[in-house]
T-cell receptor, first 115, second 114 residues
Framework: AQKITQTQPGMFVQEKEAVTLDCTYD???????LFWYKQPSSGEMIFLIY??????QNATEGRYSLNFQKARKSANLVISASQLGDSAMYFC????????????FGDGTTLTVKP | NAGVTQTPKFQVLKTGQSMTLQCAQD?????MYWYRQDPGMGLRLIYY???????DKGEVPNGYNVSRLNKREFSLRLESAAPSQTSVYFC?????????????FGDGTRLSIL
């Protein structure tokens, strides 16, 4: 079974609207971290937001928030007030290994913001 | 303000040739990683190094070798390149431990094998 599943290969959103990108994960660990990264067409990987498995509050970072539902093993990214510059590929990742810090990535969702 | 530096940025090889991708970080991170990203896909871990002097296989290690030269540098070697290794390769580094520190990525190496 895949550890990180992003079921939306592509999403469209109108400028200034909110959009939710889905991410479900699979782990038997009690301690883990969830990350979202953005990859614009230029190719670099940009860190957006982090959620720890023990965090009781949903993470927020500017226009980004994470809808964390631990029992459902989901960590959806919400982008509010979409901008044209938000058009990019978005990856959900999970870090289970405390020592090595290595992460498993989903296949990504391509978001296109329409003017 | 360099972060993670990868060289080269682009490379074209012929099948059977060998080459080494270089990666260096200046953030004093213990952990370093090599990923490959195929078109339209996520990142798959090739090898990682949790600390200087240690390396471990990731999800797709076949056809690759790595060297953690020192704390700063982590190189990836293709001994006999194959067309299936055509991909974008990313090096990353991070602090150890479960905290909110993300992985920091280099800009990638676009490798084509003919």
């Amino acid at each position: 079974a895949q550890k990180i599943t992003q079921t939306q290969p592509g999403m469209f959103v109108q400028e200034k609207e909110a959009v939710t990108l889905d991410c479900t994960y699979d782990t038997s660990d009690q301690s883990y971290g969830l990350f979202w990264y953005k990859q614009p067409s230029s190719g670099e990987m940009i860190f957006l937001i982090y959620q720890g498995s023990y965090d009781e509050q949903n993470a927020t970072e500017g226009r980004y928030s994470l809808n964390f539902q631990k029992a459902r093993k989901s960590a959806n990214l919400v982008i509010s007030a979409s901008q044209l510059g938000d058009s990019a590929m978005y990856f959900c990742a999970m870090r289970e290994d405390l020592d090595a810090g290595k992460s498993t990535f989903g296949d990504g969702t391509t978001l296109t913001v329409k003017p | 303000n360099a972060g993670v530096t990868q060289t080269p940025k682009f490379q074209v090889l012929k099948t059977g040739q060998s080459m080494t991708l270089q990666c260096a970080q200046d953030m004093n991170h213990n952990s370093m990683y090599w990923y490959r990203q195929d078109p339209g896909m996520g990142l798959r871990l090739i090898y990682y190094s949790a600390s200087e002097g240690t390396t471990d296989k990731g999800e797709v290690p076949n056809g690759y070798n790595v060297s953690r030269l020192n704390k700063r540098e982590f190189s990836l070697r293709l001994e006999s390149a194959a067309p299936s290794q055509t991909s974008v390769y990313f090096c990353a580094s991070s602090r150890q431990g479960l905290d909110d520190q993300p992985q920091h990525f280099g800009d990638g190496t676009r490798l084509s094998i003919l």
